[in-house]
Every structure is written in C-alpha cells, then in structure tokens.
C-alpha cells in the first residue's frame, strides 16, 4: 500500500540554524509530491511540489526540497530558519492520476530564539 | 491559485445533532475534496465531492455519517451526522486546480462535540 512516513515527529532548532525535514514515500512509480506547512490554527499552506524534471524544487519562504529517487525521499530543507517557521509540516504525496493525497503524519517544527 | 472559503470556521456542537459545513471556491474547479484532521493527528481523505453524482467515499467513511453535496463546480457542503466526541476534528475542504495540477485547501472548519 501507498504511505508516507515522515521519521521525525518534533524537531526543535535555533533560529537562524539550517533545517531539514525528511519524507520517505512508498510507491511503485514516482508520484506527485508535495509539502504543506500549517501554522497554529490554520489550514494548510502549500510550500511547494514536485511533478518532474529538476529534482530540486524551490517553494514558498526559502524552502527548497530534492526528490531523490533511488531513496524515496523528498526531503525539506531551508538555509536559515526563523522563528515563524514553528509550524507543523506535512509532506504528502499523490499516486498519479488518482488526485488524492496521502499524508504523512506530520513534523512539529520548534524555534528557539 | 484558488480561494477557498469554509463556513463555519469553528463551532461547539451538542452530541447528536449535525452539522454541515460550506465550502465556497472563487473558480470553477473540477475536483473537489473533504479531508478530517483529527486532534494531533494528521489527514484522512474523508470523499471526493462529484458534481451532478453521488460522492466517492474512502474507506471507513460512509454516506450516512457525512452526507456530501456538490450542487455546481464551485460550491460543496459537508454534513457530519449525529455527532459525538469522537468527531471533533478539524475538517478540510480542498481543490485541485487543474492548471497547475496541485492540491489547495481552505483555511478549515474546526469542530468540538460536546
């Protein structure tokens, strides 16, 4: 069955420290993969997705992540983070052509000042 | 990208009633979605909205429980029946839109079942 698991469930960093957010997927081809962030007490804001071609894709706020095939992952990176960035983030994938999106259970980003 | 509106935003609701939620989009789109996010947890497709059909329900959600309507290509509602506390949640509604092939949710609609 399709799944997406995302190892770290809370991440504490310190502001302006690099970031990464890792998500394995399991699934027979490659799907469409996305990163959705939600702050607390809102809905889901799209960071940014990946259909093809380069396999590092940027988003929204200085988010980037990379497809990395032969690993499952689509790991979620930022250079420098800031303390708006506490969020709980989601990556989530869509098996091809069925538009439906399975989530992985989510990572509980932190900020220390 | 697609504006989507949800109303309520938040309710309390007694245990047994119901309750139907709204969702407005600012575009005509094909593809229409519920999703639940239970406290702590993360999202569960609940159905996808067919316009002019019945619903498509996942596994572990049936018509009764979470009636669906889809009366044109930019409006859907959401019922959650006879509640209970287990229903409390944080429901989503969500759109593709077809020209960027991505998956856009609106703020959602947070219910607490007392």
């Known amino acids: 069955a399709q799944s997406v698991t995302q190892p770290d469930i809370h991440i504490t960093v310190s502001e302006g420290a690099s970031l990464e957010l890792r998500c394995n997927y399991s699934y027979g081809a490659t799907p469409y993969l996305f990163w959705y962030v939600q702050s607390p007490g809102q809905g889901l804001q799209l960071l940014l997705k990946?259909?093809?071609?380069?396999?590092l894709v940027q988003g929204i706020k200085g988010f980037e992540a990379e497809f990395k095939r032969s690993q499952s992952s689509f790991n979620l990176r930022k250079p420098s983070v800031h303390w708006s960035d506490a969020a709980e983030y989601f990556c989530?994938?869509?098996?091809?052509?069925?538009?439906?999106?399975?989530f992985g259970a989510g990572t509980r980003l932190a900020v220390h000042p | 990208s697609a504006v989507i509106s949800q109303k309520p935003s938040r309710d309390i609701c007694q245990r047994g009633t119901s309750l139907t939620i709204q969702c407005q989009v600012d575009?005509?789109?094909?593809?229409m979605f519920w999703y639940r996010q239970q406290p702590g947890q993360s999202l569960t497709l609940i159905a996808t909205?067919?316009?002019?059909?019945?619903?498509?329900?996942e596994s572990g959600f049936v018509i009764d429980k979470f009636p669906i309507s889809r009366p044109n290509l930019t409006f859907s509602t959401l019922t959650v029946s006879n509640m209970s506390p287990e229903d409390s949640s944080i429901y989503l509604c969500?759109?593709?839109?077809?020209?960027?092939?991505?998956?856009?949710f609106g703020e959602g609609s947070w219910l607490t079942v007392v």
């Open positions: 909205a067919n316009q002019g059909s019945e619903a498509t329900y």
């Open positions: 989530a994938v869509e098996p091809g052509g069925y538009n439906k999106l399975i």
């Open positions: 990946y259909f093809s071609g380069d396999t």
């Open positions: 575009s005509q789109v094909t593809m």
């Open positions: 969500s759109v593709e839109e077809r020209a960027g092939n991505t998956i856009y």
